[in-house]
Each structure stands twice: as structure tokens, then as C-alpha cells.
């Protein structure tokens, strides 16, 4: 069975520039969660998505959303990027959005460069 | 603010030897917590979990400790393999109480183990 796939693996933008990442999660799972991990950090929680809703969302700015398809596959959206959007963007997939026993799997993520 | 520390940036053992990677937390809500691992190149891959309600999980060579009191959690391997030379994340998630939020791991920084032949 395939896990978690991100897409691009890599991108290189310059400040300003808008970018989209995209995530289909392992099958039969319908939640969606996105991560931002900068060097040194551990993953940050940004979105989380449920049957196509948003169920949570982390402290980000409005440069940043998502949406999910009607088959749980998923879009991170990031407007005027600026130099500290260069990170890891992780997605993670889960059977449902709560919490114990409800494990995350997660994608290699996208390496994103802003120059 | 960090709500989960892992202090020690980097840990370094001999193969067959106990490996220990500790984790500190200071949110009282949390009370389900992961430990993942992660290598170069790939997203983090879950390795065990423990619910606020136990002391201790096992999962073969890997035990996780919990002392509730202390807000403190670890990760044992034993023993240790080379192959699990990889950065260790620890992550909480609180609890169905929490108002909505209990679907947000909160993630420490990482600790880099490393295993020596």
C-alpha cells in the first residue's frame, strides 16, 4: 500500500511569489494535517482538514491556506512568500482528526527554498 | 513558548547499549504522547505511543516511560542498532477536553541519536 505522497519534493521560489504543495494521504484515510518544519525545529502545526472541512489551524499568517478534495487528497497554499517560508512542509494522514490512538503518518514532505 | 522540550540536542551510544532520549513537557491539557523518528530525506515515521493513563508502553526493543507528576517522558532502546541512528521527535497531543483541539501534535525539536558500531 503506498503511504503518504507529497509533491513537488523540492521547489525554489523568490520572495513574493505564491506556491502550491500537495499531499494525497494513504488510502482510505480521510484526514489531512500540514506541518512546517524549519532546520533546527521540530514539524509546527498549520492546518488540519476533515471530509473536506478545516478542523483546526495554527498560528500562521493569512498568506497561508489549504483545501481538500472530495477524494482527501490536499493543496497548501503559500501567497507572498517570504525568506522564512523556507522549510519542510509535511503532510500527515489520519483515519479520523482526534487525538489517541489515532497516529499520524507522515509524508517525506517539500523542501521549499525561498531566495 | 515551548509547550515540549527535548533538551538534549544530540545523543551518541555504543551498539547494544541502552539508549535513553528524554522529553519535558509543561501543558497540563496534553495527555496522549507520540514518539517519532525521523531520517534524512524522509517525514517522520511513528515508533510508539503512551496515553496519559499508564506509566509505561512496550513495543519490543522500545520502551516509553510517562511520570505524569513530573510531566516527564522517555524513550528506551535496547538494544541499540546502528539502524536507529535517526533524529527522535517527541510530540503531544491533549486531551478530548481541550475545546477542539486535540487533533495538534506539538512537537519537541528533535533529538539526533546516534549509534556506534
Known amino acids: 500500500d503506498a503511504g503518504v505522497t507529497q509533491s513537488p519534493t523540492h521547489l525554489i521560489k523568490t520572495r513574493g511569489q505564491q506556491v502550491t504543495l500537495r499531499c494525497s494521504p494513504i488510502?482510505?484515510?480521510?484526514?489531512v494535517s500540514w506541518y512546517q518544519q524549519v532546520l533546527g525545529q521540530g514539524p509546527q502545526f498549520i492546518f488540519q482538514?476533515?471530509?473536506?472541512?478545516?478542523?483546526g489551524r495554527g498560528n500562521f499568517p493569512d498568506r497561508f491556506s489549504a483545501r481538500q478534495f472530495p477524494n482527501y487528497s490536499s493543496e497548501l497554499n503559500v501567497n507572498a512568500l517570504l525568506l522564512g517560508d523556507s522549510a519542510l512542509y509535511l503532510c500527515?494522514?489520519?483515519?479520523?482528526?482526534?487525538?489517541?490512538?489515532?497516529?499520524?503518518?507522515f509524508g517525506p514532505g517539500t523542501r521549499l527554498t525561498v531566495l | 513558548d515551548q509547550q515540549v522540550k527535548q533538551n538534549s540536542p544530540s545523543l551518541s551510544v555504543q551498539e547494544g547499549r541502552i539508549s535513553i532520549l528524554n522529553c519535558d513537557y509543561t501543558n497540563s491539557m496534553f495527555d496522549y504522547f507520540l514518539w517519532y523518528k525521523k531520517y534524512p530525506a524522509e517525514g517522520p515515521t511513528f515508533l510508539i505511543s503512551?496515553?496519559?493513563?499508564?506509566d509505561k508502553n512496550e513495543d519490543g526493543r522500545f520502551t516509553v516511560f510517562l511520570n505524569k507528576s513530573a510531566k516527564h517522558l522517555s524513550l528506551h532502546i535496547v538494544p541499540s542498532q546502528p539502524g536507529d541512528s535517526a533524529v527522535y521527535f517527541c510530540a503531544a497531543l491533549p486531551g478530548r477536553d481541550s475545546g477542539g483541539s486535540n487533533y495538534k501534535l506539538t512537537f519537541g525539536k528533535g533529538t539526533l541519536l546516534t549509534v556506534n558500531p
Open positions: 488510502s482510505g484515510h480521510k484526514s
Open positions: 503512551i496515553s496519559s493513563i499508564k
Open positions: 482538514y476533515y471530509e473536506k472541512e478545516e478542523r
Open positions: 500527515a494522514s489520519s483515519l479520523y482528526p482526534t487525538s489517541g490512538g489515532n497516529e499520524q503518518f
